[in-house]
T-cell receptor, first 108, second 115 residues
Framework: KNEVEQSPQNLTAQEGEFITINCSYS?????LHWLQQHPGGGIVSLFM???GKKKHGRLIATINIQEKHSSLHITASHPRDSAVYIC??????????FGTGTSLTVIP | DAGVTQSPTHLIKTRGQQVTLRCSPK?????VSWYQQALGQGPQFIFQ???????QRGNFPDRFSGHQFPNYSSELNVNALLLGDSALYLC??????????????FGPGTRLTVL
């Protein structure tokens, strides 16, 4: 069983839709990260969370430490949001665990 | 200001061969981390180099080794290649041994195919 599980694996949405990607983890963590990976491999860090909620533009990330769960929300989705979104956690021993990613396609 | 660069972009090798991948960190960064990302999977941490030494290592066999040069660039070497080594190899740079993912700048990766 993976230490980090994401759902869904694949997601197709119409432009303008509200999108939610979920991440559950089984280890004790010091931080959780949401990453965006575009075709070709480049990875960009979107959020680092250790509690609560963060917002950046149309992106919102939340984390519930007790439930070991995090969500990434995209409001008013746009085709340029199409990418793979990866949840990653760092445990208290500084080991990283990555989810398998959610492939998002936003159709105009 | 160049970001993280990796070479080559793509590489095809056969089982049993050895391969060397290269990474130049972002200007001002002195730390390089390497990740393996198999198709459809998330990245897995291989190791990190800082001050020309391996500082942290993930769960990879000794066939995976690395090196960091005085100019902070780094190489990843894989010996006795297996089919399962086929993956995208990502390099990320940061400063002063920074481990947090949000402190790391990722390169575009090298796609290795082992036949």
């Amino acid at each position: 069983k993976n230490e980090v599980e994401q759902s869904p694996q694949n997601l197709t949405a119409q432009e303008g839709e509200f999108i939610t990607i979920n991440c559950s983890y089984s280890v004790g963590i010091s931080a959780l990260h949401w990453l965006q990976q575009h075709p070709g491999g480049g990875i960009v860090s979107l959020f680092m969370l250790s509690s609560g909620k963060k917002k950046h533009g149309r992106l919102i990330a939340t984390i519930n430490i007790q439930e070991k769960h995090s969500s990434l929300h995209i409001t008013a989705s746009h085709p340029r949001d199409s990418a793979v979104y990866i949840c990653a956690v760092r445990n208290t021993g500084n080991q990283f665990y990555f989810g398998t990613g959610t492939s998002l396609t936003v159709i105009p | 200001d160049a970001g993280v660069t990796q070479s080559p972009t793509h590489l095809i090798k056969t089982r049993g061969q050895q391969v060397t991948l290269r990474c130049s960190p972002k200007s001002g960064h002195d730390t390089v981390s390497w990740y393996q990302q198999a198709l459809g999977q998330g990245p897995q941490f291989i190791f990190q180099y800082y001050e020309e030494e391996e500082r942290q290592r993930g769960n990879f066999p000794d066939r995976f080794s690395g090196h960091q040069f005085p100019n902070y660039s780094s190489e990843l070497n894989v010996n006795a290649l297996l089919l399962g080594d086929s993956a995208l190899y990502l390099c990320a740079s940061s400063s002063q041994g920074g481990l947090a993912i949000n402190e790391q700048f990722f390169g575009p990766g090298t796609r290795l195919t082992v036949l």
